[in-house]
Protein backbone atom coordinates (compact mmCIF):
# COMPACT_ATOMS: atom_id res chain seq x y z
CA UNK A 1 0.00 0.00 0.00
CA UNK A 2 3.03 2.18 0.97
CA UNK A 3 4.26 1.49 -2.48
CA UNK A 4 1.15 2.52 -4.08
CA UNK A 5 1.02 5.59 -2.44
CA UNK A 6 4.45 6.53 -3.90
CA UNK A 7 3.48 5.75 -7.10
CA UNK A 8 0.70 7.64 -6.94
CA UNK A 9 2.44 10.82 -5.91
CA UNK A 10 4.81 10.56 -8.68
CA UNK A 11 2.62 10.60 -11.25
CA UNK A 12 5.16 9.35 -13.83
CA UNK A 13 2.97 5.66 -13.99
CA UNK A 14 -0.18 4.33 -13.53
CA UNK A 15 -0.93 1.44 -12.39
CA UNK A 16 -2.78 -1.71 -14.18
CA UNK A 17 -3.23 -4.30 -11.44
CA UNK A 18 -1.71 -5.83 -8.33
CA UNK A 19 -0.17 -9.51 -8.26
CA UNK A 20 -0.65 -11.23 -5.44
CA UNK A 21 -1.59 -14.50 -3.80
CA UNK A 22 -3.94 -16.99 -5.77
CA UNK A 23 -6.83 -16.14 -2.58
CA UNK A 24 -7.17 -12.71 -3.38
CA UNK A 25 -8.07 -12.24 -6.91
CA UNK A 26 -10.66 -10.04 -7.94
CA UNK A 27 -10.02 -7.90 -4.91
CA UNK A 28 -9.34 -4.30 -4.57
CA UNK A 29 -6.47 -2.89 -3.04
CA UNK A 30 -6.55 0.96 -2.71
CA UNK A 31 -8.57 0.93 -5.85
CA UNK A 32 -6.63 -1.29 -8.07
CA UNK A 33 -7.57 -4.93 -8.78
CA UNK A 34 -5.98 -7.90 -7.96
CA UNK A 35 -5.29 -9.09 -11.62
CA UNK A 36 -2.97 -12.37 -10.98
CA UNK A 37 -0.25 -14.28 -8.94
CA UNK A 38 3.11 -14.72 -9.15
CA UNK A 39 2.26 -18.13 -12.01
CA UNK A 40 0.75 -15.45 -14.63
CA UNK A 41 4.21 -13.15 -14.25
CA UNK A 42 5.60 -15.13 -17.22
CA UNK A 43 2.12 -13.97 -19.56
CA UNK A 44 2.07 -10.45 -17.89
CA UNK A 45 5.77 -9.61 -17.94
CA UNK A 46 6.72 -8.77 -21.66
CA UNK A 47 6.92 -5.10 -22.60
CA UNK A 48 5.09 -3.98 -19.33
CA UNK A 49 6.73 -1.80 -15.97
CA UNK A 50 6.69 -4.02 -12.76
CA UNK A 51 7.20 -2.84 -9.02
CA UNK A 52 8.16 -5.67 -6.17
CA UNK A 53 6.58 -4.66 -3.34
CA UNK A 54 6.94 -7.34 -1.16
CA UNK A 55 9.41 -6.54 1.46
CA UNK A 56 12.40 -7.96 2.77
CA UNK A 57 10.63 -10.77 4.97
CA UNK A 58 14.05 -11.84 6.74
CA UNK A 59 15.55 -12.44 3.77
CA UNK A 60 15.56 -10.99 0.40
CA UNK A 61 15.29 -14.37 -1.83
CA UNK A 62 11.33 -13.54 -3.27
CA UNK A 63 12.76 -10.16 -4.28
CA UNK A 64 15.53 -11.78 -6.09
CA UNK A 65 13.20 -14.51 -7.12
CA UNK A 66 10.07 -11.99 -8.48
CA UNK A 67 12.73 -10.19 -9.97
CA UNK A 68 14.23 -12.44 -12.31
CA UNK A 69 11.25 -13.82 -13.05
CA UNK A 70 9.83 -10.43 -14.51
CA UNK A 71 13.13 -10.01 -16.47
CA UNK A 72 13.60 -13.25 -17.88
CA UNK A 73 10.36 -12.94 -19.53
CA UNK A 74 10.86 -9.35 -20.81
CA UNK A 75 9.38 -7.14 -18.30
CA UNK A 76 10.86 -4.12 -17.06
CA UNK A 77 11.96 -2.15 -13.80
CA UNK A 78 11.03 1.62 -13.87
CA UNK A 79 12.98 3.67 -10.55
CA UNK A 80 10.01 4.63 -8.68
CA UNK A 81 10.85 8.04 -6.73
CA UNK A 82 8.65 9.73 -4.60
CA UNK A 83 8.42 13.74 -4.99
CA UNK A 84 8.67 14.02 -1.41
CA UNK A 85 12.21 12.67 -1.30
CA UNK A 86 15.61 14.68 -2.31
CA UNK A 87 17.93 12.53 -4.79
CA UNK A 88 20.73 14.29 -5.69
CA UNK A 89 21.69 14.70 -9.25
CA UNK A 90 25.25 13.55 -8.61
CA UNK A 91 23.72 10.19 -7.24
CA UNK A 92 22.95 6.66 -8.98
CA UNK A 93 20.22 4.83 -9.14
CA UNK A 94 19.27 1.45 -10.80
CA UNK A 95 16.22 -0.47 -11.65
CA UNK A 96 13.58 -1.78 -9.86
CA UNK A 97 14.61 0.61 -6.96
CA UNK A 98 12.02 2.14 -5.34
CA UNK A 99 12.25 5.84 -3.19
CA UNK A 100 9.97 6.47 -0.67
CA UNK A 101 8.63 9.64 0.70
CA UNK A 102 11.03 12.05 2.74
CA UNK A 103 14.27 9.70 1.87
CA UNK A 104 17.19 11.60 1.43
CA UNK A 105 20.21 10.07 -1.33
CA UNK A 106 22.60 12.59 -0.99
CA UNK A 107 25.65 13.23 -3.68
CA UNK A 108 27.76 10.74 -5.43
CA UNK A 109 25.84 8.11 -3.44
CA UNK A 110 24.86 4.52 -5.22
CA UNK A 111 21.84 2.32 -4.91
CA UNK A 112 21.54 -0.72 -6.66
CA UNK A 113 19.12 -2.69 -8.12
CA UNK A 114 15.47 -4.15 -6.83
CA UNK A 115 16.03 -1.94 -3.40
CA UNK A 116 13.53 -0.36 -0.88
CA UNK A 117 15.01 3.28 0.56
CA UNK A 118 11.99 3.22 2.60
CA UNK A 119 10.22 6.81 3.99
CA UNK A 120 12.52 8.84 5.92
CA UNK A 121 15.53 7.29 5.42
CA UNK A 122 19.22 9.12 4.63
CA UNK A 123 21.79 7.56 2.41
CA UNK A 124 24.46 10.23 2.79
CA UNK A 125 27.41 11.22 0.36
CA UNK A 126 29.65 8.33 -1.46
CA UNK A 127 27.70 5.67 0.48
CA UNK A 128 27.28 2.08 -1.69
CA UNK A 129 23.76 0.51 -1.22
CA UNK A 130 23.86 -3.36 -3.18
CA UNK A 131 20.89 -5.08 -4.97
CA UNK A 132 18.48 -6.32 -3.16
CA UNK A 133 18.73 -4.27 -0.19
CA UNK A 134 15.88 -2.81 2.31
CA UNK A 135 16.91 0.37 4.07
CA UNK A 136 13.74 0.23 6.27
CA UNK A 137 12.19 3.67 7.76
CA UNK A 138 14.38 6.40 9.32
CA UNK A 139 17.76 4.24 8.75
CA UNK A 140 20.97 6.50 8.36
CA UNK A 141 23.50 5.56 6.23
CA UNK A 142 26.64 7.70 6.56
CA UNK A 143 28.84 8.97 4.14
CA UNK A 144 31.29 6.49 2.65
CA UNK A 145 29.59 3.54 3.87
CA UNK A 146 28.96 0.02 2.26
CA UNK A 147 26.06 -2.11 2.46
CA UNK A 148 26.47 -5.75 1.00
CA UNK A 149 24.14 -7.67 -0.97
CA UNK A 150 20.60 -8.78 0.04
CA UNK A 151 20.78 -6.80 3.61
CA UNK A 152 18.01 -5.49 5.50
CA UNK A 153 19.06 -2.44 7.46
CA UNK A 154 16.35 -2.16 10.29
CA UNK A 155 14.47 1.19 11.10
CA UNK A 156 16.18 3.89 12.86
CA UNK A 157 19.57 2.26 12.83
CA UNK A 158 22.73 4.62 12.66
CA UNK A 159 25.80 3.20 10.40
CA UNK A 160 28.81 5.15 11.43
CA UNK A 161 30.59 6.79 8.11
CA UNK A 162 32.90 4.67 6.43
CA UNK A 163 31.95 1.15 7.51
CA UNK A 164 31.26 -1.75 5.20
CA UNK A 165 28.53 -4.59 6.23
CA UNK A 166 28.66 -7.83 4.18
CA UNK A 167 26.21 -9.11 2.31
CA UNK A 168 23.38 -11.46 3.57
CA UNK A 169 23.45 -9.84 7.03
CA UNK A 170 20.39 -8.34 8.87
CA UNK A 171 21.24 -5.40 11.33
CA UNK A 172 17.95 -4.43 13.76
CA UNK A 173 15.60 -1.57 14.53
CA UNK A 174 17.47 0.88 16.36
CA UNK A 175 20.85 -0.67 16.45
CA UNK A 176 24.44 1.25 15.93
CA UNK A 177 26.75 -0.17 13.79
CA UNK A 178 30.63 1.66 14.65
CA UNK A 179 33.14 -0.74 12.75
CA UNK A 180 32.94 -3.09 10.56
CA UNK A 181 30.51 -6.32 9.81
CA UNK A 182 32.62 -9.21 7.92
CA UNK A 183 30.73 -11.79 8.70
CA UNK A 184 26.73 -12.64 7.76
CA UNK A 185 24.20 -12.55 10.56
CA UNK A 186 21.63 -10.70 12.45
CA UNK A 187 23.05 -8.14 14.57
CA UNK A 188 21.09 -6.35 16.67
CA UNK A 189 21.87 -3.33 19.62
CA UNK A 190 24.14 -0.52 20.60
CA UNK A 191 26.74 -0.98 19.76
CA UNK A 192 25.27 -3.85 17.63
CA UNK A 193 26.17 -7.85 18.70
CA UNK A 194 25.74 -10.65 16.58
CA UNK A 195 23.39 -13.07 17.56
CA UNK A 196 24.25 -16.49 18.46
CA UNK A 197 21.81 -18.16 16.83
CA UNK A 198 21.87 -17.07 13.36
Known amino acids: KACIDVIEQEDKFSIAGIIDDPEKLGERILGYEVI ?3 DDIPK ?3 GNNFL ?3 GHLGNPLLRIKLFDLVKDNGGRFPIIISPLAYISKHSEILEGTIIMHNAIVNANAKIGTNCIINNNAL ?3 DAIVEDNVHISTG ?3 NGGCIVGYNNLIGSGSVLKHSIKITSNTIIGAGAVVTKDITESGVYVGCP ?3 LNNH
Open 52 to 54: IAV
Open 139 to 141: AIV
Open 36 to 38: GND
Open 44 to 46: LAK
Open 192 to 194: VKR
Open 123 to 125: IEH
